[in-house]
C-alpha cells in the first residue's frame, strides 16, 4: 500500500479532528502531497497540498482559514487538521502522493491516491 489515510470519524460540528497518511517512500519523497475529498453525489474537491519542503501550502477555498496540511519528511506522513468542523465537511477524504506543481493550475497533479478516510460531521 503506498497511501494509507487514516484518522477518520464522526464529530459534532465545531469540533476537531485530524488526519493522517502514511506513504511510501517512492510517492513521498521529492514530492507534493495532498488530501481530496468527496461527498455523496458529489464531485471530488481539491481540499489542500504541501510541497516537498513544506514551504509551500495551498488550500481549497471552502477549508481555507480552518484546515490546516503539515508532513514530516522523516516519518513519511503527512496530516490534515481539521478545525471548526461543518457538516459540509462530511465525505471520505482521500491522501495524495507523487504530486508535482504546475504553473497553470493552482495545486498539484498527483500520480497515486490511497484508499479513503470517512469524515462525518453531525450538527
Known amino acids: 500500500v503506498q497511501l494509507q489515510a487514516s484518522g477518520g470519524g464522526r464529530v459534532q460540528a465545531g469540533n476537531s479532528l485530524k488526519l493522517s497518511c502514511s506513504a511510501s517512500?517512492?510517492?513521498?519523497?521529492?514530492?507534493?502531497m495532498g488530501w481530496f475529498r468527496q461527498a455523496p453525489e458529489k464531485e471530488r474537491e481539491f481540499v489542500a497540498a504541501?510541497?516537498?519542503?513544506?514551504?509551500?501550502?495551498v488550500y481549497g477555498d471552502s477549508v481555507k482559514g480552518r484546515f490546516t496540511i503539515s508532513r514530516d519528511n522523516a516519518k513519511n506522513t503527512v496530516d490534515l487538521q481539521m478545525n471548526s468542523l461543518e457538516s459540509e465537511d462530511t465525505a471520505v477524504y482521500f491522501c495524495?502522493?507523487?504530486?508535482?506543481?504546475?504553473?497553470?493550475?493552482?495545486?498539484?497533479?498527483?500520480?497515486?491516491w490511497g484508499q479513503g478516510t470517512l469524515v462525518t460531521v453531525s450538527s
Open positions: 495524495a502522493g507523487g504530486g508535482l506543481f504546475r504553473s497553470d493550475r493552482r495545486e498539484p497533479v498527483f500520480s497515486t
Open positions: 517512500e517512492r510517492v513521498f519523497n521529492s514530492y507534493a
Open positions: 504541501i510541497s516537498r519542503s513544506g514551504d509551500r501550502t
